[in-house]
T-cell receptor, first 112, second 113 residues
Framework: GDSVTQMEGPVTLSEEAFLTINCTYT??????LFWYVQYPGEGLQLLLK?????DKGSNKGFEATYRKETTSFHLEKGSVQVSDSAVYFC???????????FGQGTTLQVKP | DVKVTQSSRYLVKRTGEKVFLECVQD?????MFWYRQDPGLGLRLIYF???????EKGDIPEGYSVSREKKERFSLILESASTNQTSMYLC????????????FGPGTRLTVL
């Protein structure tokens, strides 16, 4: 069935380090792929998305490329900041109702 | 900006109580969703609604019901709260089809004692 697998956290990095959070998915067809972010005490908000194979989504220095061959959508950032500390969720819509399937979330802690 | 609001940020209830969680969106979105968020499990869909008075079960509907009498408002009801329903509850809305961005409320942290 449809599913999303993210790397387990927490991920702890020093400021300015390189970040990768892995995400792989199992889906029927080629759905849009999303990364959402949840800052402490808040709801989720869209970080970036990609709508078709080989598309790259980007926002706030984060990037992710839709890789059809490896069914992956890994999140990367070249230089993280303390303010990037949050929980990151990979997700996709399995049907036409707009609902989403989420990964379990990866907590990122960035230390100064 | 799209705004999704939830009636309470924190709620404490006793086992057996009936609990109402309210969600309102201001962008005339067709679809609304209720998720619960638990550590290590991500977000799991409880119910969703694609139109007024229409609802569909999500992945974990047991112990919950919903109501959508107006387009902007989607309520989650715990008929008889139990301790295993202690969780963070998130409401979301989206305009339409697959691939549209979901907009989330800030969440309600419910504790059932």
């Amino acid at each position: 069935g449809d599913s999303v697998t993210q790397m387990e956290g927490p991920v702890t990095l020093s400021e300015e380090a390189f970040l990768t959070i892995n995400c792989t998915y199992t889906a029927t067809g080629y759905p849009s792929l999303f990364w959402y972010v949840q800052y402490p005490g808040e709801g989720l908000q869209l970080l970036l998305k990609a709508t078709k194979a080989d598309d790259k989504g980007s926002n706030k220095g984060f990037e992710a490329t839709y890789r059809k061959e490896t069914t992956s959508f890994h999140l990367e950032k070249g230089s993280v900041q303390v303010s990037d500390s949050a929980v990151y969720f990979c997700a996709f819509p399995p049907s036409n109702t707009g609902k989403l399937i989420f990964g379990q979330g990866t907590t990122l802690q960035v230390k100064p | 900006d799209v705004k999704v609001t939830q009636s309470s940020r924190y709620l404490v209830k006793r086992t057996g109580e009936k609990v109402f969680l309210e969600c309102v969106q201001d962008m005339d979105h067709e679809n609304m969703f209720w998720y619960r968020q638990d550590p290590g499990l991500g977000l799991r869909l409880i119910y969703f609604s694609y139109d007024v008075k229409m609802k569909e079960k999500g992945d974990i509907p047991e112990g919950y019901s919903v109501s959508r009498e107006k387009k902007e408002r989607f309520s989650l009801i715990l008929e008889s709260a139990s301790t295993n329903q202690t969780s963070m509850y998130l409401c979301a809305s989206t305009q339409g089809a697959r691939g549209d961005t979901q907009y989330f409320g800030p969440g309600t942290r419910l504790t059932v004692l």
